[in-house]
């Protein structure tokens, strides 16, 4: 989603300056432009572009700026945007790069008592990764949080089909306002109520047991135990995230151009084939999105594993915090936090890297 | 209408969507202090113990101060970075507002965990304040996604005839620009006002001693006699959220509707 915004502007003050600055140019200059844009549709990739985009800028600056080095370059579309987007730029560098940074620097560091011993290490690595609990940890972490992608996004797909196809237009806001709702409405309690559902004395349980499903001679003989259990955890995070995984394929779903869709049937294909070979493989970048963007933050999860998992199934986060709070090891508790982004990071790439086929953009 | 199977599922899936939520209202009105079936009878106890409580009620002033602080800063930062990200190209775009979308896919924990050590290193004291920092940072690539859409929707020719007929650039910006994006960033600060009041893991780390609405709940789910209680006040909040988001809506709308831009979606 990220990228695609990014590009998106770029799209439109590419296609605006094409458009509006045309009939003015030289024709060398409109030579270039016309290539430039009609290199940019066949790789729309935004590393490309803005390299390209750095190209062209040049020669624009100097025809159109008049007067001083200086207030040409206070004038120029480059210097402009970065001074606008400087404020919100210094923020995120000071508030999330430099912490970022922080804690790499702290995972490489010793732990003194109640100070941290400023000394290159690699002992933190060591201690993480042979710990057997951490492995076991990590390990249920990727086993939740790919489960949770797992059922969130074969159950989000159909939604943003029906949404995208099946939705007269002037409706399609209000599905999706009724879908992103729940999703806004504060999680903590969200995750609470999971909790009373299926808990010991919860909802089910009392449910079924005031319909006598649940007693001695019934069917059940004792409650339900559900909660504490690695399928609660993915249950509710599958639960939260489910309009994460909706809006990406939606907006995938909603570029589709439909006479695609119409060749593909003309062309004697049956509907389902033609979903299958026309509409999943143009989807595949939003499913993409879907699953980067359920899978990273559920890793991270704190609140689930602990009120639903009762704290005897941690997760990394809970381990994270544990060292940073409580135990008051920044060192270990950095070591752990970039190890495990590194282990998403690494399996997030390759995710993408598998699926790269789809996100090529359109040939 | 081809596939009814379709919507029927839609339908369910909506219904499994609120089905917890839709428990809240239920248990804050039952008159029991177990949450289980079958219900008691009616009671407003649980609502005016609620109002009675003090450390709530401190936990409901902070919550306030931090939404509303990050709702304005998140709303000027997005405002700032849609505007650029928009109107102009220039070097280095693309990781800049990657950088500055990242907490959209950054697990909240990292966010909470470094920000955490930053702070204590440099010796700045666990506040409300460093709360809000944390917030403006986590509600921004929200704020900026749906200002991108309030300002792509904008027609530059409109600034350029303001520009043609001798105004300067900040007041075309005040009275050009402003007026058509205004539902955008009043639709981004509720969102992220939003966001900001239902944050838990952030303001757990980074709040020290001073209660957070989120973080109160939290410290007292552990008490079995507090839930319904919790119960009350999550069906308080709950309305709160559906009150705010149907206003961002309801104005996003009306801001299209204004600048003539196709409906899309939603908010993302």
Redesign the interface.
């Known amino acids: 989603?990220?990228?695609s915004?990014?590009s998106?502007?770029?799209w439109?003050?590419?296609r605006?300056t094409s458009r509006s600055e045309l009939p003015k140019k030289a024709p060398r200059a409109e030579k270039w432009r016309r290539a430039m844009h009609l290199a940019s549709f066949q790789f729309p990739l935004?590393?490309l572009s803005?390299a390209m985009?750095?190209k062209r800028?040049a020669p624009q600056e100097t025809r159109m700026a008049q007067g001083s080095p200086l207030s040409r370059l206070k004038h120029s579309?480059?210097?402009?945007?970065?001074a606008?987007?400087?404020?919100?730029?210094l923020?995120?560098?000071l508030?999330?790069?430099?912490?970022?940074l922080?804690?790499l620097a702290?995972s490489f560091f010793k732990d003194g008592y109640l100070t941290v011993i400023h000394e290159v290490t690699f002992e933190n690595y060591k201690a993480v990764w042979t710990d057997p609990i951490f492995r076991a940890i990590l390990l249920r972490s990727l086993i939740v949080s790919g489960l949770v992608t797992l059922v969130t996004v074969a159950?989000a797909f159909?939604?943003a089909?029906?949404?995208s196809f099946?939705v007269r237009p002037?409706r399609?806001?209000l599905?999706?306002?009724?879908?992103?709702?729940?999703f806004?409405?504060?999680?903590?309690?969200?995750v609470?109520?999971?909790k009373?559902?299926l808990?010991y004395?919860?909802?089910i349980?009392?449910?079924l047991?005031?319909i006598g499903l649940i007693g001695e001679g019934q069917l059940i003989e004792d409650p339900l135990q559900m909660l504490n259990t690695v399928g609660a955890i993915a249950a509710t995070l599958a639960?939260a995230y489910?309009?994460f995984a909706i809006?990406p394929i939606?907006?995938a779903l909603?570029k589709i151009d439909r006479s695609l869709l119409e060749a593909g049937q003309d062309l004697g294909e049956s509907r389902v084939m033609t979903f299958l070979r026309v509409t999943l493989p143009l989807a595949m970048p939003g499913v993409v999105a879907a699953v980067?963007?359920v899978f990273?933050?559920t890793?991270?999860?704190?609140?689930t594993p602990e009120?639903i998992g009762g704290g005897k199934l941690p997760m990394v986060?809970n381990m994270?915090?544990a060292q940073?709070?409580p135990l008051d090891n920044?060192p270990m508790?950095?070591a752990i936090?970039v190890s495990a982004?590194a282990v998403v990071a690494l399996i997030s790439l390759a995710f993408v890297f598998a699926n790269r086929r789809y996100l090529r953009g359109p040939k | 209408?081809?596939?009814p199977s379709?919507?029927i599922?839609?339908f369910a899936?909506?219904a499994?969507?609120?089905a917890?939520?839709l428990?809240?209202p239920i248990?804050a009105f039952n008159d029991g202090t177990?949450?289980?079936?079958?219900l008691k009878g009616f009671t407003l106890d649980w609502f005016s113990q609620m109002f009675a409580n003090d450390t709530l009620g401190r936990a409901v002033r902070n919550s306030m101060i931090i939404a509303g602080s990050t709702a304005v800063l998140a709303t000027?930062?997005?405002i700032?970075?849609a505007?650029?990200?928009?109107?102009?190209?220039?070097?280095?775009?693309?990781p800049?507002?990657?950088?500055?979308?990242?907490?959209?896919?950054?697990?909240?924990?990292?966010?909470g965990?470094?920000?955490?050590?930053?702070l204590l290193?440099i010796g700045i004291e666990l506040s409300i304040l460093t709360v809000i920092?944390?917030h403006?940072?986590i509600a921004?690539p929200y704020t900026?996604?749906i200002l991108?859409t309030a300002f792509?929707s904008l027609d530059?020719s409109l600034e350029e005839a303001a520009y043609d007929l001798g105004e300067g650039k900040l007041s075309t910006f005040r009275l050009i620009t402003l007026p058509l994006v205004l539902p955008g960033i009043i639709s981004s600060m509720l969102?992220a006002f939003?966001?900001s009041?239902?944050e838990?893991?952030i303001a757990?780390?980074l709040a020290g001693n001073e209660p957070t609405l989120?973080t109160y709940?939290?410290s007292q789910?552990r008490f079995p006699k507090q839930?319904p209680m919790?119960m009350a006040l999550?069906t308080c909040?709950?309305l709160l959220?559906?009150i705010l988001?149907t206003i961002a809506?309801y104005v996003r709308?009306r801001g299209l509707k204004k600048t003539g831009a196709k409906?899309?979606?939603?908010?993302?």
Do not use: C
């Not at chain 1, 606008?84 to 730029?89: C, E, F, K, R, V």
């Not at chain 2, 505007?83 to 693309?94: D, H, L, M, Q």
């Open positions: 989603m990220r990228r915004t990014a998106w502007g770029f439109k003050t590419l605006a935004p590393v803005s985009l750095r800028a579309e480059a210097a402009n945007g970065l606008l987007i400087s404020p919100t730029a923020y995120a560098i508030l999330l790069a430099a912490p970022l922080t804690i702290y159950l159909p939604i089909y029906f949404l099946h002037d399609k806001s599905w999706l306002f009724l879908i992103t709702i729940p806004w409405t504060s999680y903590l309690i969200r609470f109520l999971w009373v559902i808990g004395n919860g909802v349980n009392s449910g047991k005031s639960h489910a309009p809006l939606f907006v909603e980067l963007i990273i933050p890793i991270g999860d704190y609140v009120l986060a994270i915090q940073l709070l920044k508790g950095s936090a982004m | 209408m081809k596939l379709l919507r599922y839609a899936y909506l499994f969507l609120y917890p939520i428990l809240l248990f177990i949450i289980a079936f079958p000027a930062f997005g700032f970075a505007r650029a990200g928009t109107r102009f190209s220039f070097p280095g775009k693309g800049i507002m990657g950088l500055i979308m990242l907490p959209l896919v950054l697990p909240e924990i990292m966010i965990g470094s920000l955490l050590l930053v290193a920092l944390g403006v940072l921004t900026i996604a991108n792509a530059r969102i939003t966001i009041l239902d838990f893991i757990f780390f989120p709940i939290f789910l839930i919790i999550g909040l709950v959220s559906i988001l809506e709308r409906d899309t979606g939603g908010f993302l």
